[in-house]
T-cell receptor, first 116, second 113 residues
Framework: NAGVTQTPKFRILKIGQSMTLQCTQD?????MYWYRQDPGMGLKLIYY???????DKGEVPNGYNVSRSTTEDFPLRLELAAPSQTSVYFC???????????????FGPGTRLTVL | KQEVTQIPAALSVPEGENLVLNCSFT??????LQWFRQDPGKGLTSLLL?????REQTSGRLNASLDKSSGRSTLYIAASQPGDSATYLC????????????FGTGTLLAVQP
């Protein structure tokens, strides 16, 4: 299993540009997440999904959009890039069946995004 | 609102020393408490997960404890090695949330050979 894969690894955007960060998992996990990590800070949840077709906002959703058309893919869309979105973005997935299975999250290697 | 704090922010120890990393959380109504390791430029790797009904978990040289009443968790690393050098993050999952993890800011550990 490749686990959680993310593309691209690095990207530089100009203010106002848009882009999509890709995330794919091959573990048949039902839950998927997007986090951002700013320097010296912990991770903050942007959006999450509990299954195909179902998404919900996390702590810091403004400026982002997501979709979940398949179990495997969970892309994150930035429509109008701003310098405040300069960060490292992590995608994660887990299998969750509350009360039965430990909800360990598996993380991708991250995408380092700079907005100039 | 759940807040997670990790102290110290950075720690440097000589090889072979036993050490403890601390994690505090403000809301004791958690589903579980997780410890992760992050190497520079890499993603997070899960180390230990403690369910709310458990008091501790062990994996090799690592032992994590959970005291919900005091809002504290500790990660004990025995006989530290240079390869243990990394950032260690704890995260609390709220019992009312849907697998939403609230992360601390991490402790940067350096083990000197």
């Amino acid at each position: 299993n490749a686990g959680v894969t993310q593309t691209p690894k690095f990207r530089i955007l100009k203010i106002g540009q848009s882009m999509t960060l890709q995330c794919t998992q091959d573990m048949n996990h039902n839950y998927m997440y997007w986090y951002r990590q700013d320097p010296g800070m912990g991770l903050k949840l942007i959006y999450y999904s509990v299954g195909a077709g179902i998404t919900d906002k996390g702590e810091v959703p403004n400026g982002y959009n997501v979709s979940r058309s398949t179990t495997e893919d969970f892309p994150l869309r930035l429509e109008l890039a701003a310098p405040s979105q300069t960060s490292v973005y992590f995608c994660a997935s887990s299998y969750s069946s509350r009360g039965f299975v430990a909800d360990t999250q598996y993380f991708g290697p991250g995408t380092r995004l700079t907005v100039l | 609102k759940q807040e997670v704090t990790q102290i110290p922010a950075a720690l440097s120890v000589p090889e072979g020393e036993n050490l403890v990393l601390n994690c505090s959380f403000t809301d004791s109504a958690i589903y579980n408490l997780q410890w992760f390791r992050q190497d520079p430029g890499k993603g997070l790797t899960s180390l230990l997960l403690i369910q709310s009904s458990q008091r501790e978990q062990t994996s090799g040289r690592l032992n994590a404890s959970l005291d919900k009443s005091s809002g504290r968790s500790t990660l004990y690393i025995a006989a530290s090695q240079p390869g243990d050098s990394a950032t260690y993050l704890c995260a609390a999952e709220g019992s009312g949330a849907t697998n939403k993890l609230i992360f601390g800011t991490g402790t940067l550990l350096a083990v000197q050979p």
